[in-house]
Protein backbone atom coordinates (compact mmCIF):
# COMPACT_ATOMS: atom_id res chain seq x y z
CA UNK A 1 0.00 0.00 0.00
CA UNK A 2 1.20 3.65 -1.05
CA UNK A 3 -0.32 6.76 0.01
CA UNK A 4 -2.61 7.67 -2.59
CA UNK A 5 -4.68 10.95 -0.72
CA UNK A 6 -5.41 13.22 2.37
CA UNK A 7 -9.02 14.54 2.76
CA UNK A 8 -9.90 17.58 4.38
CA UNK A 9 -13.63 18.51 5.01
CA UNK A 10 -14.03 22.33 4.15
CA UNK A 11 -16.39 24.46 5.11
CA UNK A 12 -15.68 26.95 1.99
CA UNK A 13 -13.89 25.63 -0.70
CA UNK A 14 -13.03 28.88 -2.55
CA UNK A 15 -11.31 30.25 0.28
CA UNK A 16 -9.51 27.11 1.31
CA UNK A 17 -8.60 26.93 -3.02
CA UNK A 18 -6.98 30.32 -2.36
CA UNK A 19 -5.01 29.20 0.55
CA UNK A 20 -3.82 26.21 -0.94
CA UNK A 21 -3.02 27.13 -4.21
CA UNK A 22 -2.46 30.92 -3.83
CA UNK A 23 -0.53 30.79 -0.28
CA UNK A 24 0.69 27.40 0.16
CA UNK A 25 1.17 27.09 -3.61
CA UNK A 26 0.16 23.59 -4.85
CA UNK A 27 -1.56 22.99 -7.86
CA UNK A 28 -5.08 21.73 -8.42
CA UNK A 29 -5.23 18.88 -10.58
CA UNK A 30 -8.74 17.74 -10.71
CA UNK A 31 -12.33 19.20 -9.18
CA UNK A 32 -15.63 17.29 -9.51
CA UNK A 33 -18.98 16.33 -7.50
CA UNK A 34 -19.42 13.16 -6.67
CA UNK A 35 -23.26 13.49 -6.21
CA UNK A 36 -23.60 9.47 -4.46
CA UNK A 37 -21.07 10.34 -1.56
CA UNK A 38 -22.88 14.13 -1.11
CA UNK A 39 -19.24 15.91 -1.86
CA UNK A 40 -17.64 18.27 -3.82
CA UNK A 41 -14.14 17.18 -4.04
CA UNK A 42 -10.88 18.74 -5.50
CA UNK A 43 -7.23 17.21 -5.60
CA UNK A 44 -4.01 18.93 -5.24
CA UNK A 45 -0.85 17.97 -6.15
CA UNK A 46 0.99 17.30 -2.78
CA UNK A 47 4.35 15.29 -3.87
CA UNK A 48 3.39 12.02 -4.58
CA UNK A 49 -0.28 11.78 -3.29
CA UNK A 50 -2.78 14.20 -3.52
CA UNK A 51 -4.19 16.49 -0.85
CA UNK A 52 -8.01 16.20 -0.71
CA UNK A 53 -10.73 19.24 -0.07
CA UNK A 54 -13.88 17.88 0.37
CA UNK A 55 -17.14 20.28 0.57
CA UNK A 56 -20.40 18.66 1.85
CA UNK A 57 -23.09 19.36 -0.88
CA UNK A 58 -25.41 19.69 2.09
CA UNK A 59 -25.05 21.21 5.65
CA UNK A 60 -27.26 17.93 7.02
CA UNK A 61 -24.49 15.42 5.65
CA UNK A 62 -22.49 13.25 7.76
CA UNK A 63 -19.12 14.72 6.31
CA UNK A 64 -21.19 18.07 7.47
CA UNK A 65 -21.95 17.13 10.64
CA UNK A 66 -18.37 15.21 11.16
CA UNK A 67 -16.66 18.99 9.98
CA UNK A 68 -19.02 20.68 12.85
CA UNK A 69 -18.37 24.44 13.33
CA UNK A 70 -15.26 23.88 11.98
CA UNK A 71 -13.45 25.69 8.78
CA UNK A 72 -11.73 22.60 8.13
CA UNK A 73 -10.90 19.46 9.62
CA UNK A 74 -8.58 16.57 8.64
CA UNK A 75 -11.27 13.38 7.24
CA UNK A 76 -9.22 10.64 6.52
CA UNK A 77 -6.16 8.95 4.65
CA UNK A 78 -6.36 7.10 1.60
CA UNK A 79 -3.92 3.76 0.76
CA UNK A 80 -3.55 2.60 -2.97
CA UNK A 81 -4.31 -1.21 -3.78
CA UNK A 82 -3.60 -2.91 -6.64
CA UNK A 83 -6.69 -5.54 -6.14
CA UNK A 84 -9.44 -4.26 -3.32
CA UNK A 85 -11.50 -6.91 -3.04
CA UNK A 86 -8.43 -9.47 -2.07
CA UNK A 87 -7.52 -6.20 0.56
CA UNK A 88 -11.03 -6.09 1.78
CA UNK A 89 -11.30 -9.89 2.21
CA UNK A 90 -7.70 -9.87 4.35
CA UNK A 91 -8.88 -7.73 6.50
CA UNK A 92 -11.86 -9.01 7.46
CA UNK A 93 -10.48 -12.28 7.72
CA UNK A 94 -7.85 -10.26 10.57
CA UNK A 95 -10.65 -8.68 12.09
CA UNK A 96 -11.09 -5.29 10.42
CA UNK A 97 -14.08 -3.74 10.81
CA UNK A 98 -14.97 -3.16 7.43
CA UNK A 99 -17.43 0.20 6.56
CA UNK A 100 -18.09 -0.98 3.08
CA UNK A 101 -18.02 -4.53 2.74
CA UNK A 102 -17.97 -4.26 -1.08
CA UNK A 103 -15.86 -1.10 -3.23
CA UNK A 104 -18.16 1.55 -4.36
CA UNK A 105 -17.36 4.44 -6.82
CA UNK A 106 -15.24 6.88 -5.49
CA UNK A 107 -13.31 10.22 -7.50
CA UNK A 108 -12.33 10.12 -10.78
CA UNK A 109 -14.04 6.63 -10.87
CA UNK A 110 -11.66 4.76 -8.51
CA UNK A 111 -12.99 1.82 -6.48
CA UNK A 112 -12.94 2.64 -2.61
CA UNK A 113 -13.86 1.36 0.74
CA UNK A 114 -13.67 2.80 3.97
CA UNK A 115 -12.25 1.04 6.99
CA UNK A 116 -14.13 1.80 10.61
CA UNK A 117 -12.15 3.90 12.58
CA UNK A 118 -12.71 1.58 15.73
CA UNK A 119 -10.45 -0.93 14.31
CA UNK A 120 -7.63 1.65 12.75
CA UNK A 121 -6.80 3.32 16.11
CA UNK A 122 -9.44 6.23 15.64
CA UNK A 123 -8.71 7.14 11.99
CA UNK A 124 -10.88 6.93 9.12
CA UNK A 125 -9.04 4.74 6.44
CA UNK A 126 -9.77 4.63 2.87
CA UNK A 127 -8.45 1.63 0.33
CA UNK A 128 -8.42 2.83 -3.53
CA UNK A 129 -7.88 1.26 -6.27
CA UNK A 130 -7.28 3.59 -9.42
CA UNK A 131 -9.64 2.93 -12.20
CA UNK A 132 -7.31 0.72 -15.34
Do not use: W
Amino acid sequence: MTVDHVAIVVKDLEASLDLYTGTLGFTQVYRETIADQGVEAVGLEAGGCVLELLLPLDETSPIARFRGDAQSKLHHTAYRVCNIEAELARLKSAGVRLIDEAPRRGAHGNRVAFLHPKSTQGVLVELCEPRP
